[in-house]
Nanobody
Framework: VQLQASGGGLVQTGDSLTLSCAAS????????MGWFRRAPGKERTVVATISWGGSRTYYADSVKGRFTISRDNAKNTAYLQMNSLKPEDTAVYYC???????????????????WGQGTLVTVSS
């Protein structure tokens, strides 16, 4: 599968932004989708993940209550709605996918087989 992340940009503190991850292939509904980010000078970390059917989600503590992950299997697209953005949210955001069914929500980088190219989100103070 190929993943194409988009929607990044320069915003101000408190603004909202929605990232999209478009996936190729006909089995998108079988993929667990995840969003990860790498802030300047830091390692890549998990932001949010969603199970194949969308019934289960995971959020990093730093984004709980502000970010929402969702998916539209009919459109082969996953989303990350980001509200109340902070300067510390500045990072390159990557979407990732792995084939899993059930309530699996992978939270580790090594669990994902496919990665998008990343989209830069910059939050100014």
């Amino acid at each position: 599968v190929q993943l194409q992340a988009s929607g990044g940009g320069l915003v101000q503190t408190g603004d909202s932004l929605t990232l999209s991850c478009a996936a190729s292939g006909r089995t998108f509904s079988s993929y667990v989708m995840g969003w990860f980010r790498r802030a300047p000078g830091k390692e890549r970390t998990v932001v949010a993940t969603i199970s194949w059917g969308g019934s289960r989600t995971y959020y990093a503590d730093s984004v709980k209550g502000r970010f929402t992950i969702s998916r539209d299997n009919a459109k082969n697209t996953a989303y990350l709605q980001m509200n109340s953005l902070k300067p510390e949210d500045t990072a390159v955001y990557y979407c990732a996918a792995v084939v899993r069914v059930g309530d699996y929500v992978g939270t580790e980088i090594y669990e994902y087989d496919y990665w998008g190219q990343g989209t830069l989100v910059t939050v100014s103070s």
